[in-house]
């Protein structure tokens, strides 16, 4: 299923509650599974879940009334812990903490999924099972080996394994924070209580995880969260205050410099993410009037510190499907009703056309399409078809987002440039024949007859002449080509050299339908 | 016409509007989806599957729901045990079962030839159970059903996902990838593959018995039983109590119930549930019970102590020591007009098993004479609790209940792996300041 490289674990914690760690959380599992990985999110804040809500739209059971989780997994994995302590010779198997994963129902166009694991079936005993579960007990009997195996399952099943923590210096926090990650995100709020919070935090997971103790030693990532501007001095000094006191933990590949990596690492505060929990994929429109300081821009930007991957990208989703989603999001649609259901089917298969007529099955083919793009390095074989650019419609261009935009634009030049290619090409090999000709008639007026032993002159002749005919040539045909500008992104010289031989103008791949997800 | 591969989906339709269900609804598509698929049918010009959907009501709809059971190719049948006691349930499934030619049954009392009966497990697989015997509540006459989709066994992904829904059952499948598309490929390829039944010609909706109260047997006549030797049940495995995920449940009352046969260490008597038509409140109380257990995934024994009045409180509470030592979670249930009758001796045995601090659980009393008042309020004694009268505040608090016990089980449990670590500790402000950072 996947390469041998075992997943990262990942671990998004914060002193104190409301800063927006589970938002953080949520988007960069959106933002890695949209460049094609496999990610797991784990709702570990068993006293206060959360992370369902910004997954609300794509879970059959939003609520999560008959979904069971991490902690009705900790019970049963108590019940192995007992029963192989009274009967060692039982071999009792574990159960894995992905035993009640769901999947979230969005189609990613790279291959990329996102497994999600609440906290527990909410309900009637919810707190009591999180309250009753005795965690020193629970160690007593084995815990930490069987949340070893479990880790060690978790990493060979996916790329990524992303945590919400409980706040605080709770013992289910320990456990999360600091036995099973390799990173650990701590969120913080410009505020000295918060601020002094995470840098204890932080000295505590180190010192538990020193190299020189186990050896394995684990990454941390402090970050800004709810940034007001509102306040600019008073803001300057607590920044100040934050990037001293924690300038320590900064992680030492990205230390080239402080102030980019803190820059980086800055989320602000927009009311709108205030109110209800939505991903910035869907918040932040991605059509023209996208912002390049946005939640989503900011949310990227983080996601890209953390997996070190200048290429991660929010996906472009297409504005119906967007406004579909929302309001599944939002207050008083709970999305019970049979007919909501219906509708989420429709999001995964549906051949449907929007009131303008579009074909939103072809448009988000394109988005696909964009997508393998960017995460192939901006493969030639990616771009449109001459149909594709056809088919598109002035309306949709306009409400296509910036990524989206870019993408066009490329595929335009890439065929402008394989046409101009073409035309150069061909007027070479004219210009070559032509000039052969002439030296040709030119020798036949010097030499006079007899004509027979022109060919043996022209034998001797030919390799120099035409050479300098097609030197001559390709710098005329060149300097029109440079008239014609650079080639767009991914055409390097052997794409355009295929071209050449093949003489097409269109992407290989013919149009989004014939798509394969699997370059 | 081409024959398709046409479904009735039948189930409880309380199962589906109890809660919110959205995973059933969500089955029911994506296995009509997946069949259509395979068969290649565009779902936009025929349906392929029906279902009882409450907003679909009235005579047309009845009728065409009578013609979707005399047509259809194969009959998805979702088990849950309020299945089985559904009269409307059991009607489906008997019109559909009269349409099979080659229907006979076996000395056990197991129809034949029924394989287009196609049996979906939806709740865990404790939730089957009766006692110590496996499968028990899934009807005598439809045990020789395949209740799990058939393993070639060269995939190990494969038979991890039919491992998985026999132990989860199907609610805890759905969407839970990789296992859900196997499962759902699986099912759909069964129904694809199953050859057409005669259409359905005598039997009307109205007129059907309800196929869990029939008597199959006499149905055959003794001639009927099918010559070839009976195969052996699907399943005689043998359930035994586990730490922390079993509660036996001990049932204090003058009434008498029938005794299981099966010999087991861990309770004097295992009993049959109640007879409906002389008990009905006791019938609902076993239910409530058993439903409570499995919401929080738990199995539940039914067990009554011997004698059924205890004399003296010896050996009820030395079979509560030897569960709660075990680790397995007990409760004791008192009747009404065995408790709370004060100086009566059994009210007084059962007082001082409330009072031994030797085993962990509680006892469950219901709200009448001196605690009719009592249901939320602190003047009962420890270990009481009062049980509503209303089904699912009734269930809510017995969950409760089951989940106290538990988590008083794990705390007061005293095993200690050898070298286990202690639960990693996060210390927070000034917790480095002391010994200078």
């Known amino acids: 299923m996947r390469a041998n490289e075992p997943g990262r674990i990942v671990t998004f914690y914060s002193y104190k509650g409301g800063t927006g760690r589970s938002m953080a959380l949520a988007n960069f599992a959106w933002i890695l599974a949209a460049s094609g990985k496999s990610v797991l999110t784990i709702d570990w804040d068993l006293e206060a879940p959360g992370l369902h809500r910004y997954f609300r739209p794509f879970l059959i059971d939003p609520d999560l009334l008959e979904t069971d989780g991490l902690i009705d997994t900790f019970w049963k994995l108590a019940g192995t812990a007992l029963e192989s302590a009274q009967r060692p010779e039982s071999g009792a198997d574990a159960a894995g903490l992905d035993q009640t994963k769901r999947r979230l129902s969005w189609k990613f166009p790279t291959d990329g999924y996102i497994d999600f694991v609440g906290a527990g079936r909410q309900g009637a005993t ?72 995470v840098h204890a935090i932080m000295q505590s997971i180190r010192s538990f995880r020193s190299p020189t103790v186990d050896g394995s030693a684990i990454a941390l990532f402090p970050m800004a969260t709810r940034i007001e501007n509102a306040e600019k001095e008073r803001l300057e000094v607590a920044r100040r205050y934050a990037r001293d006191k924690l300038a320590e933990f900064i992680p030492a590949q990205q230390a080239s410099s402080d102030k980019i990596y803190w820059d980086r690492m800055e989320v602000s505060y927009r009311p709108y993410y205030a109110f209800e929990e939505i991903l910035s994929a869907f918040g932040d429109a991605t059509g023209s009037a996208r912002a390049t300081d946005s939640m989503l821009s900011q949310m990227e930007v983080m996601g890209q510190s953390i997996a070190a991957d200048d290429g991660l990208r929010m996906p472009e989703v297409l504005e119906q499907d967007r406004q579909q989603v929302l309001t599944k999001y939002s207050f008083g649609k709970s999305g019970k009703s049979s007919a909501a259901v219906t509708e989420s089917r429709s999001v995964d298969t549906g051949h449907v056309l929007d009131d303008g007529g579009n074909d939103l099955v072809f448009l988000r083919g394109l988005l696909a399409k964009e997508q ?124 355009s050299f295929m071209r050449l031989f093949t003489c097409r103008v269109a992407s290989d791949t013919q149009d989004s339908e014939a798509l394969s997800e699997k370059p | 016409m081409a024959s398709q591969p046409t479904f009735f989906f039948s189930h409880a339709r309380q199962d589906r509007e109890r809660s919110l269900n959205n995973y059933l609804e969500k089955f029911y598509q994506d296995l ?87 049996p979906i497990r939806w709740e865990i697989k404790e939730a089957y159970f009766k006692n110590t015997e496996a499968n028990s509540i899934v009807p005598k006459f439809l045990r020789l ?37 196997i499962l759902l490929e699986r099912i759909a390829l069964l129904i694809r593959d199953l050859q057409d039944l005669p259409e359905g010609a005598g039997e009307t909706f109205a007129t059907a018995a309800n196929a869990f109260d029939y008597d199959w047997t006499a149905h055959f006549g003794p001639q009927g039983a099918s010559p070839a030797p009976a195969p052996a049940q699907p399943s005689s495995e043998q359930v035994v109590p586990k730490p922390l995920s079993s509660t036996v449940a001990f049932y204090v009352t003058r009434r008498s119930y029938a005794v299981e046969q099966t010999q087991v260490g861990f309770a004097d008597r295992l009993i049959e549930d109640a007879d409906p038509t002389t008990e009905p409140g006791l019938v609902k109380l076993m239910a409530d019970l058993r439903e ?44 009404s007009d065995v408790w709370p009758g004060s100086g009566d001796a059994a009210a007084n045995v059962i007082e001082t098993i409330a009072r031994s601090p030797d085993w962990t659980g509680l006892i469950l009393v219901s709200p009448v004479g001196r605690y009719s008042q009592s249901i939320g309020q602190g003047n009962v004694p420890p270990r009481l609790v009062v049980l509503p009268q209303q089904s699912d505040l009734r269930i809510s608090a017995i969950r ?24 990693p500790v996060l210390r927070g402000v000034g917790a480095t300041r002391r010994n200078g950072g």
């Open chain 1, 126 to 197: 919810y707190s009591e099972r999180v309250n009753t579960f005795d965690w020193k007990r629970f160690y007593d009997l084995g815990g930490a080996g069987l949340l070893a195996r479990a880790k060690e399952d978790l990493t060979r099943q996916y790329d990524w394994v992303l945590i919400d923590s409980r706040t605080g210096v709770s013992d289910t926090s320990g456990i999360c924070t600091m036995q099973l990650p390799d990173t650990v995100i701590t969120c913080f709020t410009m505020n000295r209580q918060s601020i002094d919070g």
């Open chain 1, 372 to 495: 393998l793009w960017r995460k192939n390095n901006f493969a030639t074989r990616y771009l449109m078809s001459s149909r594709e650019l056809d088919l598109l419609t002035d309306s949709e261009r306009k409400q296509f987002g910036r990524g989206m935009a870019y993408y066009l634009a490329n595929s335009e030049r890439g065929q402008a440039y394989f046409r101009r290619l073409i035309v150069a090409f061909a007027a070479d090999i004219l210009i070559t024949a032509a000039a052969l000709l002439a030296t040709f008639l030119a020798l036949m007026d010097a030499l006079g007859p007899p004509f027979s032993s022109y060919f043996l002159q022209l034998l001797i002749l030919l390799p120099p002449v035409g050479l300098a005919a097609w030197l001559g040539s390709s710098i005329i045909s060149g300097a029109i080509l440079s008239l014609v500008g650079n080639p767009p992104y991914g055409v390097g010289f052997r794409a």
């Open chain 2, 32 to 118: 009509e989806t997946r069949v259509a698929e395979l068969e290649g049918i565009d779902l936009r010009e025929m349906s392929i599957g029906t279902i009882d959907r409450e907003i679909s009501q009235g005579q047309d709809w009845d009728r065409q729901l009578a013609t979707a059971l005399k047509k259809n190719r194969a009959f998805v049948s979702v088990f849950t045990p309020l299945y089985f006691k559904r009269a409307n349930c059991g009607k489906e499934l008997y019109v559909f079962l009269m349409r099979s030619a080659g229907l006979g049954i076996d000395t056990n009392g197991a129809l034949t030839g029924v394989d287009n009966v196609i």
């Open chain 2, 145 to 181: 059903l395949n209740d799990r989709p058939s393993d070639p066994g060269n995939d190990q992904a494969r038979t991890d996902a039919i491992k998985f829904y026999y132990d989860r059952g199907m609610r805890n499948c759905v969407t839970a990838e990789p296992h859900y598309s």
């Open chain 2, 292 to 335: 409570a257990g499995v919401l929080e995934n738990m199995h539940l024994f039914h067990a009554a102590p011997e004698p059924a009045i205890p004399q003296d409180a010896v050996s009820l509470l030395a079979r509560l020591k030897m569960l709660s030592a075990a680790k397995v979670l007990t409760l004791v249930i008192a009747d």
């Open chain 2, 400 to 423: 409760r209940a089951l989940v106290e016990i538990r988590g008083r089980v794990l705390s007061a449990s005293a095993e200690t792996l050898p070298g286990a670590e202690g639960v």
